[in-house]
């Protein structure tokens, strides 16, 4: 089993600052990195401890690239529920990134297959992912890639999970009649980053990280593949690593 890091019960502070000073030494080790963000619940603390660490002693973002792992489908870019917006609103804005080093796949498109591989063929371009900070579905999901997702896949447009779906509506007040999706990185993708920081907080997540590092390595739960990874670090509240 690999190894895994735990906060004090009730001091989330210290882990948001344990994740964020995981992307703060990644850019200051190397200013022109290439790093993927997550969003929900766990990270958006996370990113914006990177933006107050920032202020309080400022290094250079400017030749970085940022870009999310996924995005929602059927929204626009600029709605509340949209990564694009939470990520700008978290911590891209605030750290000044242009637009040229923040990369998003879209929420809206006329051929997300050209999308996908013009978004892949850029990272690659830019030299691959350094570092990717991943968040983790309850039902062990990473990105869109829902249980089931082969291990092979690449970016790609994928349905929701109806949990899910719903939660996001809920939170973005999506009416039902539109579509929702999810276009994301591949697990093939994800697992070809150099460093994978796996952040879980709560213990609705307990069952699931136990299953992630502990159960076998299988399709039916995506994150399972973080076993095999040759750099990945789990960051965990206590909750969250109850059952360990």
Same mark, same amino acid.
């Given at each position: 089993?690999?190894?895994?890091?735990?906060?004090?019960?009730?001091?989330?502070?210290?882990?948001?600052?344990?994740?964020?000073?995981?992307?703060?030494?990644?850019?200051?080790?190397?200013?022109?990195?290439?790093v993927g963000l997550s969003t929900g619940r766990t990270t958006g603390n996370m990113h914006r401890k990177v933006v107050e660490l920032w202020n309080e002693e400022p290094f250079d973002v400017s030749r970085a690239t940022f870009f999310g792992v996924d995005e929602v489908v059927g929204v626009p870019t600029d709605y509340s529920g949209a990564c694009y917006t939470m990520l700008k609103t978290?911590?891209?804005?605030?750290?000044?990134?242009?637009?040229?080093?923040?990369?998003?796949?879209?929420?809206?498109?006329?051929?997300?297959?050209?999308?996908?591989?013009?978004? *892949?063929?850029?990272?690659?371009?830019? /030299? #691959?992912?350094? &570092?990717?900070?991943?968040?983790?579905? +309850?039902?062990? $999901?990473?990105?869109?890639?829902?249980?089931?997702?082969?291990?092979?896949?690449?970016?790609?447009?994928?349905?929701?999970?109806?949990?899910?779906?719903?939660?996001?509506?809920?939170?973005?007040? *999506?009416?039902?009649?539109?579509?929702? /999706? #999810?276009?994301? &990185?591949?697990?093939?993708?994800?697992? +070809?980053?150099? $460093?994978?920081?796996?952040?879980?907080?709560?213990?609705?997540?307990?069952?699931?990280?136990?299953?992630?590092?502990?159960?076998?390595?299988?399709?039916?739960?995506?994150?399972?593949?973080?076993?095999?990874?040759?750099?990945?670090?789990?960051?965990?509240?206590?909750?969250?690593?109850?059952?360990?």
């Amino acid at each position: 089993m690999k190894d895994y890091w735990i906060t004090t019960e009730t001091d989330e502070r210290c882990f948001d600052e344990a994740a964020a000073r995981r992307i703060v030494e990644q850019l200051k080790r190397k200013p022109d990195s290439v790093v993927g963000l997550s969003t929900g619940r766990t990270t958006g603390n996370m990113h914006r401890k990177v933006v107050e660490l920032w202020n309080e002693e400022p290094f250079d973002v400017s030749r970085a690239t940022f870009f999310g792992v996924d995005e929602v489908v059927g929204v626009p870019t600029d709605y509340s529920g949209a990564c694009y917006t939470m990520l700008k609103t978290e911590i891209i804005g605030a750290l000044g990134i242009d637009d040229d080093h923040f990369l998003m796949l879209p929420t809206e498109c006329d051929d997300f297959v050209l999308a996908c591989r013009h978004f *892949t063929d850029e990272l690659c371009r830019r /030299g #691959g992912i350094d &570092l990717l900070m991943l968040g983790l579905g +309850e039902n062990g $999901h990473l990105g869109f890639n829902q249980p089931g997702t082969p291990f092979e896949s690449r970016a790609w447009v994928t349905d929701m999970n109806p949990e899910l779906e719903q939660r996001i509506r809920r939170e973005t007040q *999506t009416p039902a009649e539109k579509w929702l /999706g #999810g276009v994301t &990185l591949g697990l093939a993708d994800i697992f +070809e980053a150099r $460093h994978i920081v796996l952040v879980a907080k709560g213990e609705n997540k307990a069952e699931v990280v136990k299953q992630m590092l502990q159960g076998p390595v299988t399709t039916q739960l995506p994150a399972s593949m973080l076993q095999r990874h040759p750099n990945c670090e789990f960051l965990l509240d206590r909750a969250s690593a109850s059952r360990l």
